[in-house]
């Protein structure tokens, strides 16, 4: 029972484009969403988050759309830059306030120079 | 200010060894989290600590994995003994305090091969 699904495992950029990563849940109750980012042979690192009251979030070249009805969020990097090459995981957190995080499989993008 | 400190980085081991991974939270980090990431997927939790109370423990296959925060701080997690099915990349994470919304910070990992 896969709660929170990014349906595509890859992504390929040219530099300087904008980059859509998307992502849908099941459960209506979650409280807040959140990207993390992941190199190879890093841990994940936080990256933006969204609260299920909002519908936007934007930091820099990062902006995170929560569309609730469809229960889908997308992270938009506009430009794309080489060193964005990276796994991006998005995460829920469920409602109870525990700061647990259900993360989704990841989609990996490539950001061609 | 040091990240979340984890080691081994890499462990191999026979089926049916032990096998401990350390963790180290940033300091004054209440919250202690353990992550399992298994190829392709996303981490899933193990296990949350409050301080030095486990609270929340129910995706933890307790037949086989142990965890222990002593004093609050530093975090062991054990498996005995260990399966095939338990090769995987294990995450500890901590956060200041357990809300939603709040960043989590993560360590390297360790990557357990069980052969």
């Known amino acids: 029972d896969q709660q929170v699904k990014q349906n595509s495992p890859s992504l390929s950029v040219q530099e300087g484009r904008i980059s859509i990563l998307n992502c849908d849940y099941t459960?209506?109750?979650?409280?807040?969403f959140l990207w993390y980012k992941k190199y190879p042979a890093e841990g994940p690192t936080f990256l933006i988050s969204i609260s299920s009251i909002k519908d936007k979030n934007e930091d820099g070249r990062f902006t995170v759309f929560l569309n609730k009805s469809a229960k889908h969020l997308s992270l938009h990097i506009v430009p794309s830059q080489p060193g964005d090459s990276a796994v991006y995981f998005c995460a829920a957190n469920p409602p109870g306030n525990t700061g647990k995080l259900i993360f989704g499989q990841g989609t990996t993008l490539q950001v061609k120079p | 200010e040091a990240g979340v400190v984890q080691s081994p980085r890499y462990k191999i081991i026979e089926k049916k060894q032990p096998v401990a991974f350390w963790c180290n939270p940033i300091s004054g980090h209440n919250t202690l989290y353990w992550y399992r990431q298994n190829l392709g997927q996303g981490p899933e939790l193990l296990i949350r600590?409050?301080?030095?109370?486990?609270?929340?423990d129910s995706q933890l296959p307790k037949d086989r994995f142990s965890a222990e925060r002593l004093k609050g701080v530093d975090s062991t997690l054990k498996i005995q003994p260990a399966e095939l099915g338990d090769s995987a990349v294990y995450l500890c994470a901590s956060s200041l305090v357990a809300l939603s919304g709040t960043e989590a910070f993560f360590g390297q990992g360790t990557r357990l091969t069980v052969v």
């Open positions: 459960n209506s109750m979650f409280d807040y």
């Open positions: 600590y409050e301080n030095e109370e486990a609270v929340d």
